[in-house]
């Protein structure tokens, strides 16, 4: 993995960004060694700006053409593609990665929060569901962090898993 000057990869950022598969598969096939270069001044690859600009077709190809470990990379502030995923709430986009590399679910971002939490964080339904679905338990016990805690407060706040009941007691 290397961060090279930016210039060079200003041509996949735009076909990243715009989900132009075809155009991505060209520079690629020009570029290999593209498909895990970090491309913007944040330290995001394709596959990160491809995941915020929601392009699921590109990135499912993305990931296709990846390697576990590429799945792992992370930009300057901590977040892995799953991280992005996450906050963006695209379960599908975090399904082809997690297919391809179960470990993603343990990585915590630059701030420490795991990618349920994230996605919990952002009001994600659907994708908390998801990733809770796929977290190994364990990494939710309390010494493992507070990432169990934390994910049970944020969905009670949030009621990710239902409505909240009101006190009999304040019911007129």
Same mark, same amino acid.
């Given at each position: 993995? @290397?961060?090279?000057?930016?210039? !060079?990869? !200003? #041509?996949?950022?735009k076909h990243a960004h715009e989900g132009n598969w075809e155009a991505t598969k060209r520079f690629l096939d020009l570029h290999p060694? *593209?498909? +895990?270069?970090?491309? @913007?001044? &944040?330290?995001? @690859?394709a596959l990160h700006v491809a995941i915020v600009a929601g392009n699921v077709k590109l990135v499912e190809k993305l990931v296709e053409l990846m390697s576990p470990e590429d799945l792992e990379i992370v930009e300057q502030a901590g977040c $892995? *593609?799953? $991280?992005y995923a996450a906050m963006q709430g695209i379960t599908k986009m975090a399904k082809c990665m997690i297919i391809k590399n179960k470990k993603l679910v343990n990585l915590p971002n630059g701030g420490g929060r795991i990618p349920v939490v994230v996605s919990?964080?952002? +009001? =994600?339904?659907?994708? @908390? =569901?998801?990733?809770? $679905?796929?977290t190994p338990a364990e990494l939710l016990y309390e010494d493992n962090g507070n990432h169990g805690s934390l994910l049970l407060q944020l969905s009670i706040? $949030? #009621?990710? &898993?239902?409505?909240r009941h009101t006190h009999a007691s304040t019911m007129n």
């Open positions: 993995m @290397t961060f090279a000057g930016l210039d !060079r990869w !200003r #041509e996949l950022y060694e *593209a498909k +895990n270069v970090k491309i @913007t001044p &944040f330290g995001e @690859t $892995s *593609a799953l $991280s919990c964080l952002g +009001n =994600h339904k659907e994708m @908390t =569901h998801y990733l809770y $679905s796929v706040a $949030s #009621e990710m &898993f239902g409505k």
